[in-house]
């Protein structure tokens, strides 16, 4: 959403200046990719080959971009190649500032970014990554914590007064969702106390998994690698707690890879309200952003706290557990 910068041909001759010194490229070309919520990324066409170039403005976004990047490529140097591949520059760095944006290039990977694949296909590709040793990986580690509801609280007492076009709707559907949100962060806070006393077997895991898949034929590759954190499997998987078909494939795909994790349904839950109040702060936070987009926000704020929203029916589950 606030990635959808445009850039004039002074902004795209200075980025291709960088790559080609940064990189060693030559006869550079961009052209627009797909953008997420936080990236501004490009397609780069070049001598070499193509690559995909990913920018992120917002400071504590590209602070977990940046610290991401070395376990990024130190998963591929374990021979794990259905993820991102970031490249290394002239000097060895993974990263570099430009314009006051974090940058990164990475192999450009073909196919279509897409949610409709074979979830086994998934689950077989992240039991690799949690089979590798951790012991060395220098990465954040869970510490279970119910504070995302109270700093979606903290955003949502900026709302009055604010001063941006269609604060009023947000405080109207906050309102609405008072009693609903109070339960919600009571039962984020029982479960964190939950995973503290039984926290499970930690891995290298990215947090936002299901959505972030480039299929080419019968090949996937899991991408956005953004937020790593070594923590317990239910952080990739609990998108997929409301069926207990997807559970025991799940649970059925992580045996035949070797490995004793099992879904606890308490860390399940967890992670499902700790997302939802991470996704309610990510639209609070952008839609109180001074950059003149905000009123663009309300709408999508409408649609995730609708009957209708993918998250209802995982809250339902998480309510099972």
């Not at 797909?34 to 490009?42: A, F, I, L, S, V």
């Not at 604060?167 to 962060?185: F, I, S, Y």
Request: net charge negative; aromatic share 12%; proline share 5%.
């Amino acid at each position: 959403m606030f990635s959808q910068i445009e850039r004039d041909d002074a902004y795209r001759q200075a980025l291709c200046a960088q790559l080609r010194e940064r990189y060693g490229l030559s006869e550079v070309c961009l052209t627009p990719a797909p953008r997420g919520w936080y990236g501004e990324t490009w397609r780069v066409n070049s001598a070499q080959g193509s690559y995909f170039a990913k920018l992120i403005s917002y400071p504590a976004k590209a602070a977990q971009f940046t610290r991401s990047l070395p376990v990024v490529r130190w998963m591929n140097d374990q021979g794990i190649d259905y993820i991102s591949k970031p490249l290394e520059m002239r000097g060895g760095a993974l990263s570099f500032v430009f314009q006051g944006a974090w940058a990164a290039l990475f192999v450009f990977e073909e196919g279509e970014h897409t949610e409709e694949y074979p979830l086994e296909w998934l689950f077989t590709r992240l039991a690799g990554i949690y089979r590798l040793p951790i012991q060395d990986v220098e990465a954040e580690r869970e510490v279970y914590t119910g504070d995302m509801a109270e700093r979606v609280a903290t955003l949502a007492r900026r709302i009055p007064g604010c001063g941006v076009p269609g604060a009023q709707r947000v405080l109207n559907l906050l309102r609405r969702e008072k009693d609903a949100l109070t339960h919600c962060a009571a039962r984020l806070e029982q479960t964190a106390r939950q995973c503290r006393q039984q926290p499970g077997d930690f891995h290298i895991t990215s947090g936002d998994t299901g959505g972030n898949v480039i299929l080419n034929g019968e090949k996937i590759t899991i991408i956005d690698w953004d937020h790593i954190r070594l923590a317990p499997v239910e952080r990739d998987l609990w998108y997929y707690m409301w069926s207990q078909e997807q559970n025991r494939l799940i649970d059925n795909t992580l045996a035949a890879c070797g490995l004793p994790d099992r879904l606890a349904p308490h860390r399940l839950a967890y992670y499902a309200y700790r997302g939802h109040f991470y996704h309610l702060h990510e639209y609070l936070a952008s839609f109180l952003l001074p950059n003149g987009q905000g009123e663009a926000i309300v709408p999508q704020l409408e649609d995730y706290l609708s009957p209708q929203c993918w998250m209802e029916r995982v809250l339902r589950a998480a309510e099972r557990c």
